[in-house]
């Protein structure tokens, strides 16, 4: 059982300016309410089809790959501070113009323009954190920028719940305000700096060989296999919340709990899961493994009907994301080079994009068709894929290593 002193250490050495990134995330991702509910505010509240709804919530993948390429654009050209900003202020804007909306094209419309504006902020973020990190806890910033979203997405999820059981029209004003606070935070604490280009030393372990991400045949395979863990991984919050409400006839309320539970695990484990383990293993095999959990999770719930299935399908997800994403997030921006930060953030942040445009569509026609004991099937087949992917990229590295020990 390790002391109290030493899970301190999983906390030690990172820089203010990382605290303060970590707040404001922790801010804007206490509103993430709105994405969550969508399909049952679609199809229960507005009274739009499962296949319609499924289209709706691929919008908000389309915007984001849009928003993610044009962030990525941005940061190499003028820096990640102002993009960090008014990413939140527009995002914010949408969200409480889209809430307004009733009509199914003008839904269509402001939903593409919430994550076209809002994912802006990914590329940006990335190379936030690796700006006001070290070598020394790089591995430790990431996690506590996740520590911070996973603990806003635990209140997010509850908060959403109870709102939604007066009016849903809350859910967006909610999540809109949170995106303008998150704004000002920043805004008014975090000291700007200027592009991360001009700060090479920020990175640790940089390959300077590689000048763009759609040159890096290896980061290439990487993005493919992340798009395919991420798209069965987005069921979360797709269609198990319609397999909740319609199975097991679970209130928004009872939704929002089982939801938190994800956000709950990872922010109290994760920080010093990563401090641990971080040596012990490749980053693949981590990676590999989690996206095994992540086959386990749906498998599960196919032969047993049970309360108690849904719940440790949920702890096998919430174990699938802390083992999976911090070593996903770790290796792309190890293999950025610092003058393509953010094009190598942008490649990453779309491969979870291009996987928010298919898993809604995916989800939505399987459960239209065929019920959900066929979705669950299939999903577990798609993260067979990048569970044997990433096996494979961990054999690769090995093998290059020797040879770069003797070229050297």
Known sequence: MP????????????????WI???AMFINRCGS???????????????????EAGFIMMLFGAGSIVGAFIGGKLVDTIGFYPILV????????MLMILGQMHEYRYIAIFTFLVTATGDMFRPANSAAISSYSSKDNYPQSIALNRLAMNL????????????????YDLLFWADGITCAFAAIFIFLILPNRKAIADEKDALPNADQGHISPYRDKQF???VIFTMLYALTFFQLITTLPLYFKEVYKLSEKHIGWLMALNGIGVAVIEMFLIYYIQDKWTKFKFIALGALLLIASYWILLPVHSLYILLLSMILITASEMLAMPFMSTYALKRANPGSMGQYMALYSMAWSIAQILAPLLGTQIIDRFGYAALFGVLGCIAMIP????R????????DQPQAEVAA
Not at 33 to 51: C, G, N
Not at 387 to 390: A, V
Request: glycine share 10%; charged share 10%.
């Open 152 to 167: 806003g997405f635990t209140i997010g999820p509850v908060l959403g719940g109870v709102l939604a059981t007066y009016s």
């Open 392 to 399: 494979w990229m961990d054999r690769q590295v090995q093998e």
């Open 86 to 93: 008014w990413s939140l202020i527009l995002c914010g804007i």
């Open 33 to 51: 309410m709105v994405l969550l509910f969508m399909s049952v505010y679609l199809t229960k509240s507005l009274h739009f089809s499962i296949p």
């Open 3 to 18: 002391k109290l002193t030493d899970l301190s250490k999983a906390y030690s050495g990172i820089s203010r300016n990382m």
């Open 387 to 390: 569970f044997l992917g990433f």
């Open 21 to 23: 990134l970590a707040v």
């Open 220 to 222: 290439i395979a990487f």
